[in-house]
């Protein structure tokens, strides 16, 4: 089984940064992909960003060129680096790990871009 806490969201002006981090009670390499996701009321969960454990990664294509995910093996943690944020990005944010075929989830952490 596996744990995330995640950390980071807040409050930021449009066009500013966050970054979030999700640390992982297991070693990284042993999680086949991890990732972001972002939920809004009303809406599905949908993914932003993904890195798998061959260091494969996917982006949404709304968050291209403005959000960076990456990993730091040592630490157990993956980042999703947010730059030139917009109002559209306010959400909660959940990170994801694969292990196997069972998901796990982070508590989420909200994500409030003002215009």
């Known amino acids: 089984q596996v744990q995330l806490v995640e950390s980071g969201g807040g409050l930021v002006q449009a066009g500013g940064s966050l970054r979030l981090s999700c640390a992982a009670s297991e070693r990284i390499f042993s999680i086949n992909a991890m990732g972001w996701y972002r939920q809004t009321p009303g809406k599905q969960r949908d993914l932003v960003a993904r890195i798998s454990s061959g260091g494969r990664i996917n982006y949404a294509d709304s968050v291209k060129g403005r959000f960076t995910i990456y990993r730091d093996t040592a630490k157990n943690t993956v980042y999703l680096q947010m730059a030139s944020l917009k109002p559209e990005d306010t959400a909660v944010y959940y990170c994801?790990?694969?292990?196997?075929?069972?998901?796990?989830w982070g508590q989420g952490t909200q994500v409030t871009v003002s215009s």
């Open positions: 994801n790990a694969e292990l196997g075929v069972v998901p796990y």
